[in-house]
């Protein structure tokens, strides 16, 4: 009995967590735009459109899977998302998938609320196409 009061309470410790971290995220800028800036510099204008559409189009087909991926599937996806999600500057939302990946590595998959990871994924997506067209105005 007292192993299952252990776990129930570090479950509701993950969630407690994650809904923390998912608050924070929302009072700040989902977006390294120091980051995305670094990249353009690097590969130039033609080239980060190129890899901007491709991670769109590979990381909303990810995101959208991720409600059905079988929970021995979890940690691996939710790195592969990470990792896009850092090159192209989306640190809140990499921030998310690797507390979700750590639940998952250590046996927890199911306290990833999956729910939130796609809902900062789509904010943090409208943040950046926002950002973008604000960079085409000036």
């Known amino acids: 009995m007292r192993w299952q009061s252990n776990v129930k309470a570090a479950g509701l410790a993950i969630r407690a967590q994650q809904d ?3 608050r924070t995220m929302q ?3 989902p977006i390294a735009w120091n980051r995305v800036a670094e990249l353009r510099d690097e590969i130039g204008d033609d080239e980060f459109a190129e890899v901007v559409e491709l991670f769109l189009e590979e990381v909303d087909a ?3 899977e991720l409600s059905e991926a079988p929970e021995p599937e979890l940690e691996e996806r939710l790195h592969a998302i990470k990792g896009s999600a850092l090159n192209l500057g989306f640190e809140g939302f990499a921030e998310l998938c690797q507390l979700g990946e750590s639940s998952a590595a250590a046996g927890r998959g199911g306290d990833v ?3 939130s990871v ?3 994924y789509h904010m943090s997506r ?4 926002a950002g973008l067209d604000g ?3 000036t």
Do not use: G
């Open 135 to 137: 960079e085409a105005d």
């Open 126 to 129: 409208e943040v950046f196409l």
């Open 113 to 115: 609320d999956r729910t």
């Open 62 to 64: 990810m995101v959208a």
């Open 20 to 22: 923390r971290d998912t």
């Open 118 to 120: 796609a809902t900062i």
């Open 27 to 29: 009072n700040r800028s």
